[in-house]
């Protein structure tokens, strides 16, 4: 649950912060709180293979990959700590700048537009580029994987046939009539750039978060921010709508690190991830998971072991 996230200011950022750090059960909240203890740099290498943290936002998506990361991580004798659902990118982010984090599975295209809100590039090689040139000092990108996970506008079969959409840029005609869904943020993120490169105004945002695609599916909402590896897709039915302006950049899977805390055999290791990881093996482990209801670590597990990393 692809992602684009605007910069929050501090207030919001801490406040976020400190969410994520106050305990509960799982879900939006988050089930593991957030050691602010461990500012500083945490992944210096100190014999082995060195030590690291490991953060994901807080969707399954991200889970998974934080995952896949932390075992392939120890699998090479690094000392890992998990720290999976966190947040969103507000309150992830700073985490990782800070060192309390020394990793997290990013999407290339949502990271420079948080970075850069007038970010233009638009293919993985662009965005890469300006990535190298916004990041801070202390962080840094690795390769990103071919795997691909895209935000997207999309509709019901239904609507489509019914309003004969099918680009973003047709919405243009019926969006001042349709209610759309999505992370609670998205209004924030998205609704000054689709009416500044489409021409798009809704009648409504409604924040349904995980729930966009059954909202979809239901007609709560009549378009919605679903991400392309989603299961429910196929299962509901959906149509992403044709992004003929690009407004979406590449969304390659990518790390994210923090410089100081971060060991050339992390680096070596997560990059030999990114090597095998492919938009293909992301949906059928995301089917596994959404639809077979298997725990994120043991799927994690099952395609490391397949492909010769765990």
């Known amino acids: ?8 200011g501090v207030f919001v950022t801490a406040m976020l912060a400190l969410a994520a750090c106050g305990g509960g059960g799982g879900g939006n909240t988050g089930g593991n709180p957030l050691d602010t203890t461990s500012a500083a740099p945490s992944g210096s290498a100190s014999g082995g293979g060195g030590k690291a943290i490991v953060g994901s936002f807080d969707f399954d998506e991200s889970v998974l990959l934080g995952s896949i990361y932390a075992q392939a991580l120890e699998a090479k004798g690094v000392q890992v700590e998990e720290k999976p659902r966190i947040g969103s990118r507000e309150a992830v982010y700073d985490q990782v700048k800070s060192g309390g984090l020394t990793i997290v599975p990013e999407y290339n295209g949502n990271l420079l537009a948080f970075i850069d809100l007038k970010a233009t590039a638009a293919t993985t090689d662009e965005v890469n580029t300006a990535l190298k040139e916004k990041l801070p000092a202390e962080l840094e990108v690795l390769d990103s994987s071919p795997a691909e996970d895209k935000d997207s506008l999309s509709i019901s079969k239904d609507t489509q046939t019914k309003q ?16 759309v869904g999505g992370p609670p943020e998205f209004k924030k993120r998205w609704e000054a750039r689709f009416k ?6 809704f009648k409504q945002w409604k924040p349904t978060g995980p729930t966009t695609a059954d909202a979809l599916k239901d007609g709560s909402i009549q378009v919605g921010n679903v991400f392309t590896t989603d299961p429910k897709m ?3 039915n959906l149509v992403p709508l ?3 302006k690009n407004i979406f950049p590449a969304q390659n899977v990518t790390p994210l690190l923090n410089k100081a805390g971060a060991s050339d055999t992390i680096r ?20 596994k998971i959404s639809v077979n209801k298997d725990e994120p670590a043991t799927v994690a597990k099952e395609w490391l072991t397949t492909n010769g990393l765990g």
């Open 242 to 244: 044709q992004d003929t």
């Open 234 to 236: 196929t299962s509901n």
């Open 164 to 179: 004969s959409l099918n680009t973003i840029e047709d919405l243009a005609k019926v969006s001042k009539t349709f209610v």
């Open 196 to 201: 500044e490169v489409y021409g798009i105004e």
């Open 1 to 8: 649950m692809r992602r684009k996230y605007g910069i929050a």
């Open 268 to 287: 070596t290791t997560l990059n030999a991830v990114s090597a095998k990881l492919s938009t293909e093996s992301l949906l059928e482990m995301m089917q």
